[in-house]
């Protein structure tokens, strides 16, 4: 908990004046009340429990000024309440290496079954686009609420070869921010990515930096914000296998920390996991996790192992959670005024009731 004006706290010192001024008025009234001969005829003319009883009113007046006092300093917590307006992308790769049977029936179809339940699940607030990548990458459902057009796109996959993790990540990026204005097409068709310029393959520069590349109609380059800052949207990203064309995942991640994306990364399938092929011949399909766990570090996101479609199922839910709720900071003026009212009326109805007053 925090206070947005903590200068106020100093008025929580007239507290424990009140209650030395409450401990002194006692004293004062104990001696001014008519003395009994024996201590045996107070007992029964107070009854049980009275002197406990007679404190209780003015401790909860004393509790319920304590929270009026909090709340002038507009204290704020962080809380978890139902999650605004929100876009994801999920980036899937849909390379060769996902025909690997390692996990039944294979890794495609166990990944689409997982991405499917994962997007039924999703609250209505949640807009949602999908990308796939092999050795290109490409938007196959822009962003929509619309659940069947998204399922749809997910059963469409056309497996290919390569596995461009950087290219998918990078259309990803441009799907959730198409104010950026990335040069795809520089990117993805002959220029290497460098997590804030672009440089030609051949060395020479391909244009300014796309943190300086300014949006249509904008005036002044864009300015790097804290990492995981940006809280209307977020990327997805599940693969399999290692990198073996585009530009360097870990790069294109350090471009989105500095527009405050979080890239949550998902490594699908076993150490053991290989492509049947042609004549008998079979190739390994292994997990490239150090990239995948450098991208979700590199932007304050979570990285995630799934070897199995059950593993891949509790991350999506998990995943959903995060969406569907998420912690803010909440100023609880209100709710310490409430509870201040309650006390202050209770105190005021045991008064009454105990001693008529």
Not at 160 to 167: E, I, L, P
Not at 230 to 239: D, N, P, R
Request: aromatic share 8%.
């Amino acid at each position: 908990m925090h206070f947005i004006w903590p200068e106020l706290l100093w008025l929580l010192l007239l507290i424990p004046l009140l209650v030395v001024g409450y401990i002194r008025a006692l004293r004062r009234k104990r001696t001014a009340v008519v003395r009994y001969s024996s201590l045996d005829l107070i007992r029964p003319a107070l009854g049980p429990g009275h002197r406990i009883r007679r404190h209780i009113p003015p401790a909860l007046l004393l509790c319920a000024l304590t929270l009026v006092l909090l709340g002038t300093a507009r204290p704020s917590a962080r809380i978890s309440l139902p999650a605004d307006y929100l876009t994801l992308v999920l980036a899937m790769d849909v390379s060769r290496s996902m025909l690997a049977e390692d996990v039944p029936p294979n890794r495609i179809v166990a990944a689409q079954q997982a991405a499917k339940s994962f997007l039924q699940e999703l609250p209505g607030h949640v807009r949602v686009a999908v990308v796939s990548f092999a050795g290109n990458a490409q938007l196959v459902q822009g962003v929509t609420d619309q659940k069947e057009a998204l399922l749809t796109a997910i059963d469409g996959f056309q497996l290919q070869r390569g596995t461009a993790t950087g290219s998918g990540l990078l259309v990803a990026l441009n799907t959730l921010l198409p104010e950026s204005a990335i040069d795809l097409e520089s990117v993805l068709y002959g220029a290497e990515f460098k997590s804030g310029s672009l440089v030609t393959q051949g060395g020479g520069p391909a244009g300014r930096s796309l943190d300086q590349r300014p949006a249509q109609g904008a005036t002044e380059p864009s300015k790097p914000v804290p990492v995981g800052s940006y809280t209307a949207g977020a990327v997805i990203l599940l693969s399999d296998g290692r990198r073996t064309t585009g530009p360097d995942p870990v790069e294109v991640a350090k471009w989105a920390a500095s527009k405050g994306v979080r890239v949550y990364t998902v490594a699908f399938g076993t150490p053991n996991g290989f492509i049947p092929g042609l004549e008998g011949f079979s190739f390994y399909a292994k997990v490239d996790e150090e990239a995948l766990q450098k991208v979700a570090e590199t932007t304050g996101a979570e990285f995630f192992r799934a070897t199995n479609a059950s593993e891949l199922a509790k991350i999506y839910q998990h995943l959903s959670s995060k969406f569907t709720l998420e912690r803010r900071d909440t100023e609880i003026t209100g709710l310490l005024a409430a509870l201040a009212g309650v006390m202050a009326l209770l105190a005021m109805g045991l008064s009454m009731r105990w001693f008529r007053r």
